[in-house]
């Protein structure tokens, strides 16, 4: 009887101390990785969270360098002003076209280049190094190198598209209103197509060989491995390269700036060059911060869209 009571007042004074030991593994497991990323999430909330918030609210001020005084909130007024500006709907009109076109050709180029380095051919490596060779040039550096191709005068472009027909005659490509966004078009398609190459081509090399001898043992022709095995592989692939090339193409103010500057006549302005040209030009950073929050809004919307479609494509 002793021995009874004494086991049942052990079970006694253990059983209320289990929920005790579970809520503190629970918090060890909950508190431990926060603790561990936390230089990390301090990082992170200090170099890109903060800088968001004071730039999100700047495009709530009045913040004009050469009017200091007119400072202060003013609520939406920005984004009323924004919503009637000319400029703003002609850059967004050419920021779709400049990143529709960009994100297109080089992906296409991108594909076809990886699945020529995937398969075995004499001089492969040395392919691959003179392939990845534009992604490794600076930016400046490469629209500096695209405008002089593009100038009617030294450059060979005009002359060469003249001599195949395509040209009346060699003239300024980039002065021209029509066809000036084909300039940064053609440079941003080179410097680009590496990216596409690469990721897609690691892509490739994770799939497994037996599907596609699985299949040629089946009398499937090459374009039916192709849409069969190979597509439904880089389908998830194709999703992230695309969302993220085409968020940076649509950041992206480097060759613009420095072939055209977003002339002539606004033909070549874009949401980001924009953006730099009312900030450091005009020195009026609550409408720069503005238009800056409209892309975002854009950009947010857009990756949201591709992200539910992947999840659609993975479920298929």
Aim: glycine letters at 6%.
């Amino acid at each position: 009887m002793e021995g009874r009571a004494v086991i049942a007042g052990v079970k006694k004074s253990v059983v209320p101390r289990r929920p005790r030991a579970r809520r503190s593994l629970y918090l060890h497991y909950l508190v431990e990785p926060f603790a561990y990323l936390s230089p990390a999430i301090v990082l992170i909330g200090t170099v890109m969270l903060i800088p968001l918030a004071v730039g999100i609210s700047y495009s709530f001020q009045s913040l004009d360098l050469l009017r200091p005084f007119n400072s202060g909130w003013v609520g939406f007024q920005n984004y009323l002003a924004l919503w009637g500006d000319k400029k703003f709907w002609i850059a967004l009109e050419n920021t779709l076209f400049w990143t529709f076109w960009s994100v297109t050709l080089q992906f296409l180029l991108g594909l076809g280049l990886a699945l020529l380095l995937n398969r075995p051919f004499f001089g492969k490596r040395l392919f691959q190094a003179l392939v990845f060779l534009p992604w490794a040039v600076p930016t400046f550096l490469s629209a500096l190198t695209w405008a002089w191709l593009f100038n009617p005068v030294i450059g060979p472009l005009p002359h060469w598209l003249a001599k195949l027909g395509l040209l009346d005659e060699p003239f300024n490509i980039l002065g021209d209103p029509t066809l000036a966004m084909w300039g940064p078009i053609v440079a941003n398609v080179w410097f680009g197509v590496p990216f596409f190459a690469i990721t897609l081509l690691a892509a490739l090399q994770s799939i497994p060989g037996e599907l596609y001898e699985a299949a040629e043992i089946d009398g499937a022709s090459g374009w039916q491995c192709f849409t069969r095995i190979t597509l439904p592989f880089l389908a998830p692939m194709i999703a992230i390269t695309v969302m993220l090339r085409t968020i940076w193409i649509a950041n992206f103010a480097d060759l613009i700036f420095v072939m055209t500057g977003g002339g002539p006549a606004n033909s070549t302005q874009i949401l980001s060059t924009y953006i730099f040209t009312t900030a450091f030009k005009k020195l009026d950073f609550a409408y720069a911060s503005t238009i800056a929050v409209a892309l975002l809004l854009i950009l947010l919307t857009y990756s949201g869209i591709v992200m539910w479609l992947r999840k659609k494509l993975i479920k298929i």
